[in-house]
Nanobody
Framework: QVRFVVSGGGLVQPGGSLRLSCAASGVTLEHVTIGWFRQAPGKEREEVSTISNRDGKISYARSVEGRFTISRDNAENTMYLQMNSLKPEGTGIYYC??????????????????WGQGTQVTVSS
């Protein structure tokens, strides 16, 4: 069974940084598409960043490009999202997810196969 342990959320001031971690078991992250999604209050879950298992392509939402970095530690079987220069609109619940295929950027979140529990990120002064 696929399981995740997610950590790293919290309260941060605008301009601050956080790093989210998602440790996986029951799946080898190196062999699947991995991603981070965000669900803001009252909104749909949306893609933040993904790494495709098909070609290794890394994608970012335009709103976070240049400030967020997705990565994966194969030895630890853990994915990360480094978030710098955070803005209030970055507030939301962040989810890690995996898919055994390679969903196209912009695909609905529900096509993904497995999700970690969400972690709250609040950007506020």
């Amino acid at each position: 069974q696929v399981r995740f342990v997610v950590s790293g959320g919290g309260l941060v001031q605008p301009g601050g940084s956080l790093r989210l971690s998602c440790a996986a078991s029951g799946v080898t992250l190196e062999h699947v598409t991995i991603g981070w999604f965000r669900q803001a209050p009252g909104k749909e879950r949306e893609e933040v960043s993904t790494i495709s298992n098909r070609d290794g392509k890394i994608s970012y939402a335009r709103s976070v490009e240049g400030r967020f970095t997705i990565s994966r530690d194969n030895a630890e079987n853990t994915m990360y999202l480094q978030m710098n220069s955070l803005k209030p609109e970055g507030t939301g619940i962040y989810y890690c997810g995996i898919d055994y295929d390679s969903p196209a950027w912009g695909s609905s979140w529900w096509v993904w196969d497995w999700w970690g529990q969400g972690t709250q990120v609040t950007v506020s002064s």
